[in-house]
């Protein structure tokens, strides 16, 4: 069997950073509830692709990173990414067997998981809202998970080929 080909730190980090920048980025008003969950499918993608450089330390940290950027309870977005990656480290051996399609469905139930807690948190700290609207970002980041991975498994191969 071929061995995957080691992507260095500053690679991830950067596409970390470069989430980081699409997840803040000004959207219009109608299509804030569109916005892909950036961060959620680049630590999911990195946590599947190099599990032993990437894990729930950055989750926390790029969680603190929105915590201070959007001005929320210090600390939220930072336990929702670190649940997600602890989440995405337990399902690492059967998701690098699945296809495409079924890393989909299992990218949306993750964001989906992950969205619940943020709204369930969202309500205790005040701001209550009762439809499921808030579900849409990790249906649009399933959708989106095919190309991603895609794109980053060429990138990578074009990286070891150099």
Not at 57 to 67: N, P, R, S
Not at 98 to 121: D, F, K, M, R, T
Request: one cysteine or more; proline letters at 5%; aromatic letters at 14%.
């Amino acid at each position: 069997m071929a061995r995957a080909p080691v992507v260095p730190l500053v690679v991830v980090w950067l596409s970390l950073i470069f989430a980081l920048c699409l997840q803040v980025m000004p959207l219009a008003d109608g299509w804030q509830v569109f916005r892909p969950e950036w961060i959620g499918l680049m630590l999911i993608y990195w946590c599947m692709q190099a599990p032993d450089r990437v894990g729930v330390f950055h989750g926390f940290v790029f969680g603190l990173l929105m915590d201070l950027i959007e001005g929320t309870a210090l600390g939220q977005h930072a336990l929702i990414f670190s649940i997600l990656t602890f989440l995405a480290a337990l399902v690492y051996p059967r998701f690098r067997a699945y296809s495409l399609v079924q890393q989909s469905v299992l990218v949306l139930v993750l964001l989906g998981l992950a969205q619940l807690i943020e709204q369930w948190l969202r309500t205790l700290t005040g701001v209550f809202s009762i439809h499921l609207s808030f579900l849409i970002p990790s249906l649009v980041s399933a959708f989106l998970w095919p190309w991603l991975s895609t794109m980053f498994k060429a990138i990578e191969r074009r990286m070891a080929n150099a």
